[in-house]
Every structure is written in C-alpha cells, then in structure tokens.
C-alpha cells in the first residue's frame, strides 16, 4: 500500500468528516438520509435500507389495494341484500295493502285508482290513500222514495185519515196506500237505527 503524505489539518478535517457520517449512520434515520442524498449525486448507488423500505412499501401498497377491493365487494353485497330486503318489505306491504282493500270490498279498478295516487302523491301506505280517495269522493246519500213524492204516479191521500181510509176501503188491494206504508214504516226504522 503506498503512502501519502496529508498536512494535519486536512487530516483533522477528514477525521471529523468520517466522525460526522459515522454518528449520522448510526441513527436510523440519519442512515437513510445519507442513502437519499447518496442516490441523489449517484443513481445507481447500492442503498440497501432504501431498497427495502421500497420493497416494503410496495407489498404494503398492494396489500391495501387488496384490502380495499374486498372492502369495497363486501360494501356492494351489503348494499345489495339491504336493498332486496328492503324491496321483498315494499312489495310485502303492498300485497297487504292490496288484500285489505279487496276484503273492504274495493274492485280490482278501484285498487288500481288507489295504487296511480299512491305513485302520483308518494304515498307508501294503500290506507291513506283510500281514505283520501273516500273523502275526496264521498259515497251518495241513499234517497228515500219520500224525498220525491214516492213512485206513486197517482195522486196520494192527503191526510192520514184519508190514508187509513183509502186503506181499509180497498182491503189492502191500492197498491199506493201499500206503498206508502211500506216506505212510512222503512223511513220509521232508518230513523229509529240512526238515532
């Protein structure tokens, strides 16, 4: 080995230098450091702690690109069996819905009006909307045969006796004295059940 001659102060400068990197590789840290900065002036340096923390960070980075993708098909089969679990609960209600409107005596039109307002309005439950329709729609009043002179083209009695007398001369053959004590006696009991 041949032997060249340094003056002490370049050798002093040297030593402390060599010192310097020497604590700096001691820490971790530091040791990676001094690898970037080595890569930086030469590209093709060895830097083994360099090396492997990419190594690692490439295994890491797939295994959450893993990760995420099992995540991410695990969420869509939950989103999937809630929405099929929430849809099989709709179609259930609306069966019910569609059931208890038949046994109310709805026909199948009537249904049908009631399932367009349901679509039209929002509405989820077929009761509401029935019950909407009823009252926008209210059923006629039954009118008594009273409410116009009854179905007696013929002149009526005008009375009650004369009525008790028409009656009991024909024996119960005028048919319009039978008449209106038929509707007299039915108007009595619709009275008497609303009372």
Do not use: C, Y
């Not at 797939?62 to 869509?76: M, N, T, V, Y």
């Not at 609960?89 to 307002?117: C, F, H, P, Q, Y």
């Not at 309005?121 to 029935?130: P, Q, R, S, T, V």
């Amino acid at each position: 080995m041949a032997t060249i001659e340094i003056d002490e102060g370049e050798f002093a400068n040297l030593r402390r230098i060599r010192e310097t990197v020497a604590k700096i590789a001691a820490v971790p840290e530091g040791k990676k450091l001094m690898q970037k900065a080595h890569k930086l002036v030469d590209p093709n340096a060895v830097t083994p702690d360099l090396d492997e923390d990419e190594k690692k960070i490439a295994a890491q980075t797939e295994w959450q690109k893993k990760f995420e993708d099992l995540q991410s098909k695990i969420d869509a089969k939950d989103a999937e069996r809630e929405k099929n679990e929430k849809l099989a609960s709709l179609n259930s209600k609306m069966e019910s819905g569609r059931r208890a409107l038949r046994d109310a005596g709805w026909t199948k039109e009537g249904i049908e009006g009631v399932e367009k307002l349901m679509e039209d309005k929002g509405i989820l439950d077929h009761e509401i909307a029935a019950a909407f329709i009823e009252k926008q729609n209210p059923p006629q009043e039954v009118m008594s045969p009273r409410a116009f002179g009854g179905f007696n083209f013929v002149e009526q009695p005008k009375d009650e006796d004369a009525f008790l007398k028409a009656l009991l001369d024909s024996k119960g053959d005028d048919d319009n004295a039978v008449l209106r004590a038929a509707v007299d006696a039915v108007s009595d009991l619709r009275g008497a059940a609303r009372r």
